[in-house]
């Protein structure tokens, strides 16, 4: 199973991003995929997550702001984040649990003021 993830950049406060996350090797739709971020001197925490049904859960800092979606055709899945605040800058990384664990390399999100 690999993870592909993209779509990170610099964006000022108030903007949108959206980031993408290619699944390969992987039943794509049964398992659970969800994204993590980490800030500098914090631990990883659970930003968005969607189960092999299509539940979707939030953490409460991004509830209302972040939306996370998937593509079953494309094996990606997304994370449209709206109304981006200072407080989101951080690396997000791709996740995917199918009873092992995989991560992909974290993609950089800034946000300026």
């Known amino acids: 199973v690999q993870l592909q993830a993209s779509g990170g950049g610099l964006v000022q406060a108030g903007g949108t991003l959206r980031l993408s996350c290619v699944v390969s090797g992987s039943t794509f739709s049964t398992y659970m995929s969800a994204w993590y971020r980490q800030s500098p001197g914090k631990e990883r925490e659970l930003v968005a997550s969607?189960?092999?049904?299509?539940?979707?859960t939030y953490a409460e800092s991004v509830k209302g702001r972040f939306t996370i979606s998937r593509d079953i055709g494309k094996n990606t899945v997304y994370l449209q984040m709206n109304n981006l605040k200072l407080e989101d800058t951080a690396v997000y990384y791709c996740y995917h649990n199918r009873g092992w664990q995989y991560w992909g390399k974290g993609t950089q999100v800034t946000v300026s003021s």
């Open positions: 969607i189960r092999g049904g299509g539940m979707t």
